[in-house]
């Protein structure tokens, strides 16, 4: 994407080496998403060069994402791109449809050839909140605050998020967590699996590297390889799962013999 489309889609991306970081940059608006913005993570997401290793998902000026951009839900808008009213108002085969495409850049964020991180600080509401669960680890600084909207708001969580949750926290907490639509601290929020690692404010860009650097040590395909391995486990009897070891690591014998020859 040309810097013209990502300043229109509310994003920033850089490559370093490894590590590709995205940065929903809207800071103006607490990075509230958009439609815009999710077309945009699925251009970024699909350009991603083999090298990358981890993409790193944060938001600017010191806060993750407040969630979805509220003026979406405005009538007096409903003629603007993305105008969540004038969704409203298709069949419900095209709502449906629509949905899909937004919720492609989530579902994205799982894919085995990297891994995702979620560097959250202050919010992480409603769509920032399944935004960082479609990641797969989370480092949250300690006044992140973790929050699913969207019942409040008379709608269901739809980016994706859901799943996640249920995985990270079992069926009643997650329950209780959307239905509530409460605030859960950072200090809570590690205790429950939902994040990896609490940090102070001032140390996140520390441990992100730290991080990063330790998800880029090992063998690439060794550990892309690992990653589909513990995705794909809890679908898997036992037998189905060894199996799925065995074969993964003839690829991984060969690898190493050619390396060494």
């Not at 490559?15 to 970024?44: F, K, S």
């Not at 199996?243 to 993964?248: F, H, V």
């Amino acid at each position: 994407m040309s810097p013209d489309e990502l300043t229109a889609a509310g994003l920033q991306y850089a490559v370093e080496g490894a590590v590709a970081t995205i940065t929903l940059n809207r800071p103006d608006v607490r990075n509230a998403q958009h439609p815009a913005m999710w077309a945009g993570l699925v251009r970024i997401l699909e350009g991603l060069g083999e090298e990358v290793r981890v993409v790193v998902v944060r938001g600017a000026g010191g806060t993750f994402s407040a969630g979805l951009d509220l003026g979406l839900l405005d009538p007096g808008r409903a003629g603007e791109a993305g105008s969540l009213v004038t969704t409203a108002r298709k069949a419900d085969a095209e709502i449906i449809d629509e949905i899909g495409t937004y919720q492609l850049p989530f579902a994205m964020l799982a894919d085995p050839r990297f891994v995702s991180v979620a560097v959250v600080e202050q919010h992480a509401i409603g769509a920032g909140f399944q935004l960082a669960l479609s990641c797969d680890l989370r480092i949250a600084a300690e006044d992140a605050r973790f929050c699913m909207k969207e019942p409040a708001l008379g709608l269901v969580p739809d980016l994706a998020g859901t799943k996640p949750l249920v995985e990270a926290v079992g069926y009643a907490r997650a329950l209780e967590i959307c239905a509530t639509a409460r605030m859960v601290p950072a200090a809570e929020a590690l205790s429950l699996g939902l994040v990896q690692q609490v940090v102070p404010a001032g140390e996140l860009d520390q441990a992100t590297v730290t991080l990063t650097d330790a998800l880029t040590a090992n063998f690439a395909g060794a550990v892309r390889a690992t990653k589909a391995l513990l995705q794909e486990a809890p679908r898997r009897t036992l037998d189905e799962q060894r199996l799925a070891e065995r074969t993964a690591q003839v690829g991984r014998f060969r690898e190493l013999v050619e390396l060494m020859g």
